[in-house]
């Protein structure tokens, strides 16, 4: 994890310092940690009956009853849970089990076979067909994201196939919604059906199917307006909308900050139309992520994508298997390493290491290593798929480390000659002035890079004093208290 | 329809799953703790919230239930507890004894309503005032377009800036203008945000502090428009928006569907915050003001 190393003098503050720099009120929820509190709900439940050598029916009624209400505060719909709850007590019950394995750790297992069987196994990807047109609808209620996604989408399916895509807009009703998918649609560079704020959805719908049919699309993505489940009137036009073009996919668009109404909005849709698979929404929010496990139990369609930042590329395939592991603590080392994968460039990165380990590190390879950061979605993305760093993320947020500031220190550093690069200590006042005009930043932010320069230098020494093959955790007990407050 | 019956029109959906749950549960039965697990059950699961829900049971279990009263009767004891959460909260945003310009400034999660709800309450202003809408969203796609929409419906003073011009720049031009021209109203529009994103939070700092330099903050309200349909994470939004900025009122959208509202309850009973508006519809005249006892009975479909 050497790449980390420049602003873990950051993360070792620990908590004895909190930088104030920032007003930041909250917690700072990474998206990954959505289910923060049902993890630590039903980790106190657990720890309250472990050791106990055989667990009586009350005790498990008991503890039962405490998931269930863990689940409900969770935002999870309250049918589900009552079957997750019946499931599982049925499992326990049935197998009788109850005295052989210890009984935490029973329960563990339970309730994860149990969320696992929920949220399903697999990735669902989008189904694209391999000749001919594919068509996806999307819907969902007002506000839920529907048209953020399907950029979001074309952008996705843009970037990993040659395929040409048509996005339409059916919100006739939305002032300006057409407008708003156009616009993205010039974003991304894709093709957009455009109609001139026709106020007809069957024309819409045939006269976007005529259009891609003549102009060699291969997936057109069908907005359609939001609507409120117990709006039969709209209700019945996505069905009519649905019958003209019959999709290849019906995907469901739905804001994970939802509350208990996610059980009946996908109800609605599930029983309206034929529902293959769904986008959550939000998902970088500080929702609770019950949705997520409501919207899968009663669609019985899997999560294919989560919408995780305002930004176009903000979204991500859905892996069911890891968010499971994610809710009961475990973290996400799989996408840290397809993410590392997907952005490190390997041979920088040996280079950049070798270095490190014979102490020679100058602001050249500092720069690099920032660059290697940036690409990765920034340090608290990285931070956020290790188990158990939450403290540090959390000071991360708080420190306000963005990709923003790793975008002006690259400046800063492209702003210096060779030699002061190579010998930084030759940075005084009037170059650091010169530096700071070459770079739009200001003189106290080159001060800063520097002095976060010249303490992980020192780092890296002390690391390579420390050893090899410490985990992360290991690293920062051992940093923490040894460096020196706010860089 | 005279506004009670259009609130309970509006809610019936709502209420209809909440109150037929609970009188299948009472009905008949003896309130024993099984029953009070289903009620219990039920609230939670119109995002009342374990908190809110805890002091309900609380008070229907101090309550003696006779065999023969009627099945109304545990309805009733709900919705009068339910009221005195709420009434505390209710509160009229629009008054006329107001310094000229009345700043509103409206801020909340993306796609919780805010553009819809500026076009709802220009409508609501009576119309001898003048109304200036600076739309200060210039992030979302045609953000600014959908809120013209509203203000041409309305025949309404419009500002707005350029493509990805800084937000609170342009609510500084906006309320030099409206203390120029004399306005009585600014409604300011923001980018939608999550409230656990610092930086975007701190832009609503500075639109806030920049009309603060020429219009006395005393005259500024910051309303938080609230999703409906969202769960907990409403209150943490509540709480989070709140810490940074000054909230003066909330208004509550999208309770027309089958979402519950609940935790709007759970809001008036921890925070001391206004609620002025409820959103009941897509229609231009679909927000209401908010009546404690209409929801409160609404919501468990008593009558008035």
Known sequence: MKFLNCNFTDLSASDRYISPRVSCPGENVDWRKMFGTLNERLEKIVSSIRGKAIISEADLDLTMREIRIAFLEADVALPVVKDFIDNVKSNILGKEILKSIKPDQMIIKLVQDELIKILGENNAPINIQKNGLTKILFCGLQGSGKTTSVAKLANHIQKESKKKILLVSADIYRPAAQEQLKVLAKQINVSFFDINNSKSVDLITNESIEYAAKNLIDIILFDTAGRQVIDDKMMEELKIIENILQPHESILVADSLTGQDAANVAKNFGETINITGSILTRVDGDGRGGAALSIKSITGAPIKFIGTGEKIEKLEAFYPDRIANRILGMGDIISLVEKAAENIDEKEMSSLAKKMAKGVFDLEDFAKQLKQMGKMGGISGIMSMLPGVSKAQKLIAENNISEDLIKSQIAIINSMTKKEKKNPILIKASRKIRISNGSGTRVQDVNKLLKQFFQSQKMMKKMKSMGKGSSPEDLMQKLQGRMPPNF | ?304
């Open chain 2, 1 to 304: 329809m005279n506004i009670f019956k259009k609130f309970q029109n509006g809610l019936k959906k709502t209420s209809s799953v909440l109150s037929s749950n609970l009188l299948s549960i009472v009905s008949a039965k003896k309130i024993n703790q099984e029953i009070l697990d289903e009620i219990e059950s039920t609230l939670i699961s119109s995002d009342l919230g374990l908190e809110v829900t805890e002091s309900l049971i609380k008070k229907i279990k101090s309550t003696n239930i006779s065999s023969d009263s009627d099945s109304n009767f545990v309805l009733k004891i709900l919705s009068g507890e339910l009221e005195k959460i709420l009434k505390p909260r209710e509160k009229l945003l629009l008054s006329n004894n107001n310094e000229k310009p009345t700043v509103i400034i409206f801020i909340g999660v993306n796609g919780s309503g805010k553009t819809t709800t500026i076009g709802k309450l220009i409508h609501k202003i009576p119309s001898e005032s003048n109304i200036l809408v600076g739309a200060c969203d210039t992030f979302r796609a045609a953000a600014v377009e959908q809120l013209k929409e509203w203000t041409l419906r309305k025949n309404v003073d419009f500002y707005q800036g350029n493509i990805e011009q800084d937000p609170a720049s342009l609510a500084y031009t906006a309320s030099l203008k409206a203390v120029k021209e004399n306005y009585d109203y600014l409604i300011i529009d923001t980018a939608g945000r999550l409230s656990n994103n610092t930086n975007l939070l701190n832009q609503l700092i500075k639109i806030k502090n920049v009309v603060g330099k020429t219009i006395d903050t005393k005259q500024i309200k910051t309303l938080l428009v609230l999703d409906g349909t969202n769960g907990s994470n409403m209150i943490k939004q509540v709480e989070i928006f709140g810490e940074s900025l000054d909230i003066n009122g909330l208004i509550i959208t999208k309770i027309d569907g089958t979402a519950k509202g609940g935790a709007l309850v759970s809001i008036a009973n921890k925070y001391e915050i206004p609620i002025h508006f409820v959103g009941l519809g897509e229609k231009i005249d679909d927000l209401y003001e908010f009546s404690a006892r209409s929801f409160a009975q609404s919501m468990l479909e008593l009558d008035n």
